[in-house]
């Protein structure tokens, strides 16, 4: 998917799991097949996971997601990985890698949960809760997305010029114009800052699509308060995704700006993964759909 992407044979994923954690070496290894671009999954037994990244990552970085990751375990009313240990790089695999705990349930696609009233309940809560940690002084770190809308201009215009067969992207490249037009957030609130699809996780329980787990927290931080909003605009129809907005108490420019973050991520995804990841490709492109077809975004681009 990436050019330089690490290779890695389950053998000497084995062999490093073993090696690392020594305890663990009765456990049974299973790769688990994802639409996960950033690394490549080992299940450990039934409690455990391994996450090798796909291109190289230091040890204080993913020392850093592993205490970002526990902080948003303690406070998500959901569950959430856990982390269990770090590696370092070694000749043999050349990025260190992380184990964490395995939590249970599937990602829900762009379309499974669209009209459910119980899961756009669910992700209120979890967006709520989240918010609720103390910031304890931070501030935006300045990585990927979470300041403003308009830092992303460049990678913007060049999602557009390669997405022409994909998208209108005359009426994509206005609607994005007039969203980062609109007021930045007055202070930064603790956010997942990457609650797509496939970073969470449902279950069918009593006929409803509720939400299972929140995977990927490794990024968990301050950020503008809308960029969790993204869940709603991947994941909802119209009538669900009021119910997110009302739920979190979304003012008009914080949900416009939902929306603007959910196009800066699909725009990405559609063309990028056209070809290596077919299922990630198709969520962007629903998503742009989902976010043009949106009546009072309409209305900003006339």
């Given at each position: 998917?990436?050019?330089?992407?690490?290779?890695?044979?389950t053998e000497v994923a084995a062999r490093l799991i073993t090696r690392r954690f020594p305890e663990l070496r009765r456990e049974e290894l299973r790769p688990v097949s994802s639409t996960g671009t950033v690394n490549r999954i080992i299940r450990v037994g039934d409690g455990l996971v391994a996450r090798f990244p796909r291109l190289a990552a230091s040890e204080p970085?993913?020392?850093?997601?592993?205490a970002a990751l526990d902080e948003l375990a303690a406070a998500s009313p959901f569950p959430a990985p856990r982390s269990y240990g770090i590696a370092a790089a070694s000749e043999e695999f050349d990025s260190a890698w992380a184990v964490q705990s395995w939590i249970d349930g599937e990602p829900p696609g762009p379309v499974r949960a669209a009209a459910s009233e119980a899961f756009a309940h669910d992700l209120v809560v979890l967006i709520r809760a989240l918010r609720s940690v103390d910031v304890r002084g931070?501030?935006?770190d300045g990585n990927g997305r979470g300041g403003r809308l308009g830092d992303h201009d460049e990678w913007v215009s060049e999602c557009l010029s390669r997405s022409a067969h994909l998208i209108d992207v005359a009426r994509t490249?206005?609607?994005?114009?007039?969203?980062?037009?609109?007021?930045p957030a007055d202070a930064p609130l603790m956010c997942h800052r990457d609650l797509t699809p496939f970073n969470l996780l449902v279950i069918e329980r009593d006929d409803e699509v509720r939400l299972a787990g929140v995977l990927d927290g490794g990024d968990f931080g301050p950020a503008d308060p809308a960029l969790d909003l993204v869940a709603a605009w991947h994941l909802l129809d119209a009538p669900?995704?009021?119910?997110?907005r009302d739920g979190v108490s979304a003012g008009e420019a914080e949900w416009q700006r939902g929306a603007g973050w959910a196009l800066q991520q699909a725009l990405g995804l559609g063309w990028y993964y056209e070809k290596s990841n077919p299922q990630m490709s198709a969520l962007g492109i629903s998503t742009v759909r989902r976010v043009l077809a949106d009546p009072e975004l309409s209305m900003l681009v006339g």
């Amino acid at each position: 998917m990436h050019d330089g992407e690490l290779a890695l044979e389950t053998e000497v994923a084995a062999r490093l799991i073993t090696r690392r954690f020594p305890e663990l070496r009765r456990e049974e290894l299973r790769p688990v097949s994802s639409t996960g671009t950033v690394n490549r999954i080992i299940r450990v037994g039934d409690g455990l996971v391994a996450r090798f990244p796909r291109l190289a990552a230091s040890e204080p970085t993913l020392a850093r997601e592993a205490a970002a990751l526990d902080e948003l375990a303690a406070a998500s009313p959901f569950p959430a990985p856990r982390s269990y240990g770090i590696a370092a790089a070694s000749e043999e695999f050349d990025s260190a890698w992380a184990v964490q705990s395995w939590i249970d349930g599937e990602p829900p696609g762009p379309v499974r949960a669209a009209a459910s009233e119980a899961f756009a309940h669910d992700l209120v809560v979890l967006i709520r809760a989240l918010r609720s940690v103390d910031v304890r002084g931070r501030v935006f770190d300045g990585n990927g997305r979470g300041g403003r809308l308009g830092d992303h201009d460049e990678w913007v215009s060049e999602c557009l010029s390669r997405s022409a067969h994909l998208i209108d992207v005359a009426r994509t490249a206005k609607l994005w114009a007039a969203l980062c037009a609109l007021p930045p957030a007055d202070a930064p609130l603790m956010c997942h800052r990457d609650l797509t699809p496939f970073n969470l996780l449902v279950i069918e329980r009593d006929d409803e699509v509720r939400l299972a787990g929140v995977l990927d927290g490794g990024d968990f931080g301050p950020a503008d308060p809308a960029l969790d909003l993204v869940a709603a605009w991947h994941l909802l129809d119209a009538p669900t995704r009021r119910l997110v907005r009302d739920g979190v108490s979304a003012g008009e420019a914080e949900w416009q700006r939902g929306a603007g973050w959910a196009l800066q991520q699909a725009l990405g995804l559609g063309w990028y993964y056209e070809k290596s990841n077919p299922q990630m490709s198709a969520l962007g492109i629903s998503t742009v759909r989902r976010v043009l077809a949106d009546p009072e975004l309409s209305m900003l681009v006339g």
